[in-house]
């Protein structure tokens, strides 16, 4: 056992020189390359924000409900959507209750489909 390197000056030199050869490695393409951060601005367009993608369905209820009737399109709408999908398992009775529950379920989620799709393909 005479030929065994000791870890300090041998092995830990020699992943020192594999560790600053990547390290260099990296930063040469980091300048070749380099990388834009983010979407480029036009500081000449208007400005215009809009929500994520998950609200866009009340965006464009927003749109529709303006001036006096916004209360309408932000508050109530939401809640009798919320309010049908919480009082599923009382719909759900009777004979066509499943029927009637699949429909409200797929009504709802159909309308947010729509108003999220006519907000996106008009942006």
Not at 27 to 50: C, D, E, H, S, Y
Not at 95 to 119: E, N, Q, Y
Request: charged share 10%.
């Amino acid at each position: 056992m005479e030929n065994e390197k000791s870890f300090y000056p041998y092995y830990l030199s020699e992943i020192l020189l594999v560790v600053f050869i990547t390290l260099e490695v990296q930063i040469v393409l980091a300048l070749a390359f380099p990388q834009t951060l983010g979407r480029m601005i036009n500081f000449t367009a208007p400005f215009q924000p809009l929500p994520e993608w998950y609200f866009y369905w009340l965006y464009q209820l927003v749109r529709y409900f303006s001036g006096k009737w916004i209360f309408v399109g932000t508050v109530l709408i939401p809640l009798l959507a919320f309010g049908l999908l919480l009082f599923l398992p009382w719909i759900d009775r009777g004979k066509w209750g499943r029927l009637k529950a699949i429909l409200v379920s797929m009504s709802i989620l159909l309308a947010f489909l729509i108003l999220t799709m006519i907000t996106a393909l008009n942006t």
